[in-house]
């Protein structure tokens, strides 16, 4: 008897993990746990994929510490993760078939070739007499049932919002962990296409740059949660008024592990609702319902979450296509010796440099600073937002394909409800508003770790004696600013000015 021939009932059905790299609160496992097959849990790594785009080297960094840690929760209930790489469509259905799968489930992805593939592998499967079943496992709300009046995909975040939450919305209760797993034994080579998670090669070694990557993070569903707890415990209740302040470590850093499904946002949602009737039950928050108070405040930033999934769903490859069309004219400057300092963190502006190391040392940075390092590039140096957000994908571990690109087209100018282009960040007055006593500045450019306050964010404004005292060399042991802001500011003003006026010619 072939695989094929087994009773129906005896055939596997196959649990597709994506982006949802966890057991709890995964509508994909739940169901086919449902239906009482023995199941096939797998991954598919492509690492140059033909639609979509290819994980940058932080990603890959966490991807796998986040299979191993999925593959030991597996093991736990006696089973593991079966990985395959090579092309999604053929690894995907060849494995299915050749293991006689009764049914495939996954849950959904968004951005337009993700889609496409998958409208494709489901047909070819469905083809071949195996069942398809597809579930929402990242999103509060779906893209397509949140629209305008008109029907119509929304481009402003305050209407898309109050749209996604009206009618009182709740999303779906989020599904416990299974407390059983029966697995369908699988030959140690169904297919080609089957490998281990070291063949994958998703690690750095020559050299190996991700030493602090595994000094900042843990990875995995059991890390996601801890990182929650943690969060709404000590530091929500103080969101709204410390949020932008990046030494004081007062966000969420959930980004990872929601990019790569170690949690899900409706697991977010339910642990902050429940958060919030703590506090109100123990008074111990005044305003927790207001407004600007951290409820609303956190939740909205989740809502930004969803928003540039909207836009993902609806709209031209964020990372590829600018959303105001007018902005294909702009006069970007070819400078890769600028590029390549702001990279690095050498642009002779401390904020944005802190930012820039912070990210090549943590593969994280905090999002003022990610806003303010964002304008410096496509403003003050106009250098192309699309190199920008190239360097960000690679070098971020929460690199996410919507929010991502979204987010630079907001500060660039050229995004939905962007913000306006004359909103120039000026990075020293940014950094003495965020960091005013120069903790986070001095921890990541530690040449300026003598310099006091009033000096430490604009060494070339100390005096001669104040630099000689910290140490400081200006042009040798830290660079003189690459630009200067009142020219700089100046000069993209004209650029989008010049812009305006040719789209209205």
């Given at each position: 008897?072939?695989?094929?021939?087994?009773?129906?009932?005896?055939?596997?059905?196959?649990?597709?993990?994506?982006?949802?790299?966890?057991?709890?609160?995964?509508?994909?496992?739940?169901?086919?746990?449902?239906?009482?097959?023995?199941?096939?849990?797998?991954?598919?790594?492509?690492?140059?994929?033909?639609?979509?785009?290819?994980?940058?080297?932080?990603?890959?960094?966490?991807?796998?510490?986040?299979?191993?840690?999925l593959?030991?929760?597996?093991?736990?209930?006696?089973?593991?993760?079966?990985?395959?790489?090579?092309?999604?469509?053929e690894?995907?259905?060849?494995?299915?078939?050749?293991?006689?799968?009764?049914?495939?489930?996954?849950?959904?992805?968004?951005?337009?070739?993700?889609?496409?593939?998958?409208?494709?592998?489901?047909?070819?499967?469905?083809?071949?007499?195996?069942?398809?079943?597809?579930?929402?496992?990242?999103l509060?709300?779906?893209?397509?049932?949140?629209?305008?009046?008109?029907?119509?995909?929304?481009?402003?975040?305050?209407?898309?919002?109050?749209?996604?939450?009206?009618?009182?919305?709740?999303?779906?209760?989020?599904?416990?962990?299974?407390?059983?797993?029966?697995?369908?034994?699988?030959?140690?080579?169904?297919?080609?296409h089957?490998?281990?998670?070291?063949?994958l090669?998703?690690?750095?070694?020559?050299?190996?740059?991700?030493?602090?990557?595994?000094?900042?993070?843990?990875?995995?569903?059991?890390?996601?949660?801890?990182?929650?707890?943690?969060?709404?415990?000590?530091?929500?209740?103080?969101?709204?008024?410390?949020?932008?302040?990046?030494?004081?470590?007062?966000?969420?850093?959930l980004?990872?592990?929601?990019?790569?499904?170690?949690?899900?946002?409706?697991?977010?949602?339910?642990?902050?609702?429940?958060?919030?009737?703590?506090?109100?039950?123990?008074?111990?928050?005044?305003?927790?319902?207001?407004?600007?108070?951290?409820?609303?405040?956190?939740?909205?930033?989740?809502?930004?979450?969803?928003?540039?999934?909207h836009?993902?769903?609806?709209?031209?490859?964020?990372?590829?296509?600018?959303?105001?069309?007018?902005?294909?004219?702009?006069?970007?400057?070819?400078?890769?010796?600028?590029?390549?300092?702001?990279?690095?963190?050498?642009t002779?502006?401390p904020?944005?440099?802190?930012?820039?190391?912070?990210?090549?040392?943590?593969g994280?940075?905090?999002?003022?600073?990610?806003?303010?390092?964002?304008?410096?590039?496509?403003?003050?140096?106009?250098?192309?937002?699309?190199?920008?957000?190239?360097?960000?994908?690679?070098?971020?571990?929460?690199?996410?394909?919507?929010?991502?690109?979204?987010s630079?087209?907001?500060?660039?100018?050229?995004?939905?409800?962007?913000?306006?282009?004359?909103?120039?960040?000026?990075?020293?007055?940014?950094?003495?508003?965020?960091?005013?006593?120069?903790?986070?500045?001095?921890?990541?450019?530690?040449?300026?770790?003598?310099?006091?306050?009033?000096?430490?964010h604009?060494?070339?404004?100390?005096?001669?004696?104040?630099l000689?005292?910290?140490?400081?060399?200006?042009?040798?042991?830290?660079?003189?600013?690459?630009?200067?802001?009142q020219?700089a500011?100046a000069?993209?003003?004209?650029?989008?000015?010049?812009?305006?006026s040719?789209?209205?010619?």
């Amino acid at each position: 008897m072939t695989r094929s021939d087994l009773p129906h009932e005896a055939r596997p059905v196959v649990v597709w993990f994506r982006d949802d790299q966890r057991l709890a609160d995964n509508p994909a496992l739940t169901h086919a746990l449902d239906t009482g097959h023995p199941v096939v849990c797998v991954y598919v790594h492509d690492a140059a994929p033909k639609h979509g785009r290819a994980m940058g080297g932080a990603q890959r960094w966490w991807l796998h510490e986040s299979l191993s840690k999925l593959d030991d929760a597996l093991a736990a209930h006696g089973g593991s993760l079966i990985l395959l790489r090579g092309n999604e469509h053929e690894a995907i259905t060849g494995f299915a078939a050749a293991i006689g799968a009764a049914m495939v489930v996954w849950n959904r992805r968004y951005a337009k070739a993700q889609t496409g593939t998958d409208a494709s592998i489901k047909r070819d499967l469905i083809d071949r007499g195996i069942a398809v079943s597809t579930f929402n496992g990242h999103l509060l709300r779906e893209p397509w049932t949140v629209t305008t009046r008109e029907g119509l995909p929304f481009q402003v975040f305050s209407a898309y919002w109050r749209a996604a939450r009206r009618d009182d919305f709740f999303p779906p209760v989020p599904l416990p962990a299974p407390s059983h797993i029966r697995f369908f034994p699988v030959p140690a080579h169904a297919t080609p296409h089957v490998c281990t998670l070291r063949e994958l090669e998703l690690q750095p070694s020559a050299p190996d740059w991700a030493g602090g990557l595994r000094e900042t993070w843990q990875c995995g569903e059991q890390a996601a949660s801890d990182q929650l707890e943690a969060f709404l415990e000590n530091s929500l209740s103080d969101y709204p008024t410390l949020r932008d302040f990046p030494a004081a470590r007062a966000t969420s850093r959930l980004s990872p592990y929601l990019r790569f499904g170690n949690i899900s946002v409706r697991q977010v949602w339910y642990a902050t609702l429940s958060a919030a009737d703590a506090m109100r039950s123990a008074h111990t928050v005044r305003g927790i319902d207001s407004k600007d108070g951290p409820l609303n405040k956190f939740l909205s930033e989740i809502g930004w979450r969803e928003f540039s999934y909207h836009l993902l769903y609806h709209f031209a490859p964020l990372h590829q296509v600018n959303f105001r069309r007018q902005f294909d004219s702009m006069p970007w400057r070819d400078d890769a010796k600028s590029l390549r300092k702001w990279q690095t963190g050498r642009t002779g502006y401390p904020l944005v440099d802190a930012g820039m190391r912070e990210l090549w040392h943590t593969g994280w940075m905090h999002n003022r600073v990610r806003m303010v390092a964002a304008s410096f590039l496509s403003k003050h140096l106009l250098i192309d937002w699309r190199q920008g957000e190239a360097w960000f994908w690679d070098t971020l571990v929460d690199a996410d394909e919507a929010s991502n690109p979204a987010s630079w087209q907001w500060v660039s100018g050229s995004g939905a409800d962007a913000a306006p282009y004359f909103r120039i960040f000026n990075p020293v007055l940014q950094a003495q508003k965020f960091d005013p006593h120069g903790d986070y500045t001095r921890r990541w450019v530690p040449e300026l770790a003598q310099l006091s306050a009033d000096t430490v964010h604009a060494p070339w404004a100390a005096s001669r004696e104040q630099l000689q005292r910290a140490s400081v060399t200006l042009g040798r042991s830290y660079p003189m600013p690459i630009v200067d802001h009142q020219c700089a500011r100046a000069r993209a003003l004209e650029s989008v000015k010049r812009l305006d006026s040719e789209s209205h010619a």
